[in-house]
């Protein structure tokens, strides 16, 4: 009896760890992609009157640079990502114990998964003055 208490604590200590994992990778992504382009940067950062350097700095090189008819450049910061989440699971601790008693399941064991898929997307429009400071700009936000 206790190596089947063995097998249950051991399946449990891995569930566990399976899901920290997964948990701990999900953070690392997400926090190598801290550096960029968001809603609230550029609410907060992006002003009236800033130059286009200072605004390289804060966003970077933007996608596309172009002028209007007055030959005042216009900046436009396009981004889209794609997240994708994967859960599997193995089976459930009831299916291993009686598997490994060779009772009562039939194998007992089955796999499930499920997949989501988020897309966003931000665009950014920064209007320059013939000076070459920020003159107006807008965004657009969408996730689905």
């Known amino acids: 009896m206790s190596g089947l208490f063995s097998l249950a604590a051991v399946s449990i ?18 926090a190598e992609d801290a550096d960029r382009v968001t809603v609230g940067t550029v609410q907060k950062e992006i002003k009236l009157g800033m130059s ?11 996608n596309i ?3 209007d008819s007055e030959r005042r450049e216009t900046w436009v910061y396009d981004k889209i990502s794609t997240e994708v989440a994967y ?26 998964g499920a997949t989501s898929t988020t ?3 931000l665009t950014v429009v920064i209007k320059f003055d013939s000076d ?9 936000a969408s996730q689905f």
Do not use: M, N, W
């Not at 400071?133 to 807008?138: A, I, N």
């Open 13 to 30: 200590l891995a569930a566990v760890l399976a899901g920290c994992s997964a948990t701990h990778h999900v953070e690392d992504v997400r």
């Open 52 to 62: 286009g350097a200072d605004v390289a700095t804060v966003l970077g090189s933007p």
């Open 65 to 67: 640079v172009t002028t």
């Open 87 to 112: 859960s599997k699971s193995g089976g459930s601790i009831v299916g291993l114990i009686f598997s490994s008693t060779g009772g009562g399941l039939g194998g007992g064991y089955s796999k499930a």
């Open 119 to 121: 897309q966003r997307t």
């Open 132 to 140: 070459g400071l920020v003159r107006d700009f807008s965004y657009h």
